[in-house]
């Protein structure tokens, strides 16, 4: 079964730090691009990071670069977000999504569920 599974979103102050992980199952992690998208009650979904399948080399969206870092560890099949200096505009339901090879601004293959940051002032 294909799964990415989402964990490590919960409550931080504003100014804190927050590390989200996504885990994979049921396919060969190694070739897939893993990215981030984040979607707030009542707005668009957004693209956060990715992360490419060979090189390890990071995209971010505006809003979070120079904040968030992506990273991956390909023998334990996840891929992390470091989130710091976190806003309260920053608070969402975070995805990770999978598409084999190379970063794309859309078009994934495998989506997660879905965790919850939230970001008190």
């Known amino acids: 079964e294909v799964q990415l599974v989402e964990s490590g979103g919960g409550l931080v102050q504003a100014g804190g730090s927050l590390r989200l992980s996504c885990a994979a199952f049921g396919f060969t992690f190694d070739d897939y691009a893993i990215a981030w998208f984040r979607q707030a009650p009542g707005k668009e979904r957004e693209g956060v990071s990715c992360i490419s399948s060979s090189d390890g080399s990071a995209y971010y969206g505006a809003y979070v670069k120079g904040r968030f870092t992506s990273s991956r560890d390909n023998a334990k099949n996840t891929v992390y977000l470091q989130m710091t200096s976190l806003k309260p505009e920053d608070t969402a339901v975070y995805y990770c999504?999978?598409?084999?090879?190379?970063?794309?601004?859309?078009?994934?293959?495998?989506w997660g569920q879905g965790t919850q940051v939230t970001v008190s002032s």
């Open positions: 999504a999978a598409a084999r090879g190379l970063c794309r601004p859309n078009d994934y293959d495998y």
